[in-house]
C-alpha cells in the first residue's frame, strides 16, 4: 500500500466523523490538521529541503504521513520525530506507518509531552517542527522547543483560530510569541488558523 492510499483512506475517515456519519470513542478520533493545511506544510517542507522534523501531537499519524512524503522528495532518509501520549493513538498510528511503507524514518516517544520534551537531547535542531498538541500548556511547548530549532527554522501551530473554545488559550500564545526578539511570527488563516513562527537569531 502506498502513502499517498493510506493518506486518502484517513482524509474520508475524518471526513466522516467531522459529517457524523460514522460514530467514533472519542479515544479513537482523528485529532488532525485539515487536507487544505497537510498540502500547504507538505509543500513549504519541500521547499525548505527539511531533513529533521518535530511534531507534538502524533494522533494517528496523518500529518506525520504528509511530512515523511515531503522530506522524501529531497532526502533518501530523512528523520521525523513524533511525541504522543495516547498508548490506543499510538497503536493506530504504528499501523498506518508501516502500511505506508515509511515507518523506518518515523521515532515515536510516548509519554507526556513536557517531560519527553526536557529529556530529549539539546544539541539536535530541527527544521520544522508541529504544535499540535493540548493547548493549555502550549506556551511551556513553545518554550521548550525554540532552543531545538536551527537559525531559519519554522514553529508552525495549529488552532490559533478555531475552534473557539482553544481561543483564550491561543490569544495568550500568540502575544508570549511576539515577546521573543529571535522570532519572526505571523498569521495564516487556513484549516484552523496557522501561526508561521520563523526563528532568525
Known sequence: M???????????????????IVDVASEKRMLAITPQTARFYHDLLVRIKAKNILELGMSVGYSTLYFVDAMRYNHKNPRITTLEHSPLKI?????NFEAAGVAKFIKIRHGEISNTLRKMPKDQKFDFVLVDADKENIIEYFDLVLPMVRVGGIIA???????KKYQKFMDKYRKHIK????????TIPLGYG???TIKIA
Open 194 to 196: 496557522q501561526e508561521i
Open 91 to 95: 497503536k493506530m498510528a504504528k499501523s
Open 157 to 163: 501551530t495549529d488552532n490559533v483560530l478555531l475552534p
Open 179 to 186: 515577546s521573543h526578539k529571535n522570532v519572526l511570527s505571523g
Open 2 to 20: 502506498s502513502i499517498h492510499t493510506v493518506l486518502a483512506r484517513l482524509e474520508r475517515q475524518s471526513m466522516l466523523e467531522k459529517m457524523r
